[in-house]
């Protein structure tokens, strides 16, 4: 696997880097010593999965709130997304940035998601499906976001959304 830091401090891009033969290919996608010598979480309690039907379908952007914060390790199984993440942590330099990685079935990218991020995505195709590992139980009461056109962050995304939950188009301002 090769391990990126992106722009926004802990967040990582990781990379499966395939071997390929006559047969198709192989590749590893988590390795708890290779998350180890990075300083990243390697212990995940939950693997989830989600399925957009529609082209820019739009989720997010979400995240727990303490003391359930969560680091999640986010991969496009399926079709492509803008997987998207804003630094929500007030003590950070970055606070408030957000960035975007491109993850899809082809590139064999997967986005490092630390705690403290508000996390979302738009699909760049039609049935896409993202899998999530992720470190903390899913609690409903510690379940929140803050809106995806928030202009607080100007996310730039791809196309305005074809489909929007109730539920996302109702998170705060963070103003």
């Known amino acids: 696997m090769r391990f990126t830091e992106t722009e926004l401090n802990g967040a990582w891009l990781i990379e499966a880097l395939p071997i390929s033969d006559e047969r198709g290919s192989f590749a590893r996608t988590f390795c708890v010593n290779e998350f180890k010598e990075h300083g990243l979480e390697t212990t995940f309690v939950q693997h989830s999965v989600s399925h957009s039907v529609t082209k820019h379908t739009l989720r997010g952007m979400h995240f727990q709130k303490a003391p359930h914060t969560e680091v999640k390790v986010v991969s496009c199984i399926r079709g492509a997304i803008m997987d998207t993440i804003i630094d929500l942590r007030p003590d950070s330099p970055d606070y408030r940035?957000?960035?975007?990685?491109?993850?899809?079935?082809?590139?064999n990218r997967r986005l490092y998601i630390p705690k403290g991020f508000a996390h979302g995505f738009q699909t760049l195709?039609?049935?896409?499906?993202?899998s999530y590992l992720i470190s903390e139980f899913y609690n409903p009461e510690a379940s929140t976001g803050v809106r995806w056109d928030d202009p607080a962050f100007?996310?730039?995304?791809?196309?305005?959304?074809?489909?929007?939950?109730?539920?996302?188009?109702?998170?705060?301002l963070l103003g």
């Open 125 to 130: 195709s039609e049935d896409a499906v993202v």
């Open 97 to 107: 940035r957000w960035t975007a990685y491109e993850l899809s079935e082809a590139n």
């Open 154 to 172: 100007g996310i730039d995304w791809p196309a305005t959304p074809t489909v929007l939950s109730v539920k996302d188009q109702a998170w705060p």
